[in-house]
């Protein structure tokens, strides 16, 4: 679809062309519909038309935990997961953390995340987010929800307080960021790698490595739209429709073919969130 004529769909002209319709319907892990600046519906129909017809909406504080619950009951085949995010944590209240368990309990949240530890960043200190970060995983096991980890250089305290706690049953890290060894640990641990856009990047070859190493039921694919556009787009606003570009270069890194990749995914999307 070309975005010189914005009657011929519904990416506008500030986005990215639609790519060619994925062979087998797969779902967007983790993105942010409300940053993205489209209407909800604009964004659901481009992507159905990709053939991504769920969506995993994340929020990342209090407000957007409350919307994408709220985005999560309106909307069918969208879904919601809801936390504070590592960089909020300073000054944490335990009523924060009590709204996020309500917030959890929903039908329509699937996840408690993101949720994690973030050192590239200091706008938390490392205390807070690690009582934040079990208090997370205490959520996610009281609820029965999925765990989404946000972990971002920090993947020893990560892995580390995952075994203190005692990891959920089902933990997926977001925008995996990890090396071909951190790899092999989720995988031992049994824990998902969600794979987003950057992984299309030049400089990601560690992150190939990690893909190809990752066993094909422990993988989930994302956009963390608005962000981390992929490969030939980069630089512009990311949309759930475009992720048959990460699915495709997914697929030539794995050396499977396209449609495999895209019924492991929904498989494991199956099993890890319930839809």
């Given at each position: ?5 914005e ?30 600046e489209?209407p ?42 809801v ?25 329509e ?22 009582r ?99 490969v ?6 990311n ?27 929904t ?9």
């Amino acid at each position: 679809m070309s975005t010189a004529d914005e009657e011929s769909g519904p990416a506008p002209r500030l986005f990215p062309a639609l790519p060619d319709p994925l062979p087998v319907e797969v779902f967007d892990s983790h993105c942010h519909l409300d940053l993205v600046e489209l209407p909800v519906e604009e964004q659901l129909a481009s992507a159905r038309a990709a053939g991504i017809r769920r969506i995993v909406t994340i929020g990342v504080d209090l407000p957007s935990s409350r919307l994408c619950a709220e985005t999560a009951a309106e909307f069918d085949d969208v879904y919601a997961g809801v936390a504070i995010h590592p960089n909020d944590t300073t000054g944490l209240t335990d009523d924060a953390l009590t709204e996020i368990a309500d917030l959890a309990a929903r039908p329509e949240v699937v996840a408690v995340g993101e949720t994690g530890l973030d050192y590239y960043r200091d706008w938390a200190p490392k205390d807070d987010q690690h009582r934040s970060f079990r208090a997370h995983i205490d959520i996610a096991k009281r609820t029965g929800k999925a765990l989404v980890i946000h972990d971002r250089e920090a993947h020893d305290d990560v892995l580390r307080i995952l075994a203190e706690e005692g990891a959920p049953d089902r933990v997926v890290f977001h925008c995996f960021s990890g090396d071909a060894e951190m790899a092999r640990v989720c995988a031992d641990r049994g824990y998902v790698m969600s794979f987003a856009g950057n992984v299309t990047f030049k400089n990601a070859e560690p992150l190939r490595e990690a893909l190809r190493v990752a066993p094909l039921d422990l993988i989930l694919v994302e956009t963390d739209a608005p962000f981390l556009t992929p490969v030939p787009h980069r630089g512009k606003p990311n949309v759930s429709y475009l992720i048959p570009h990460t699915v495709r270069f997914m697929a030539e890194v794995k050396d499977v073919p396209v449609p495999d990749l895209c019924e492991a995914i929904t498989t494991t999307g199956h099993r890890i969130f319930g839809f």
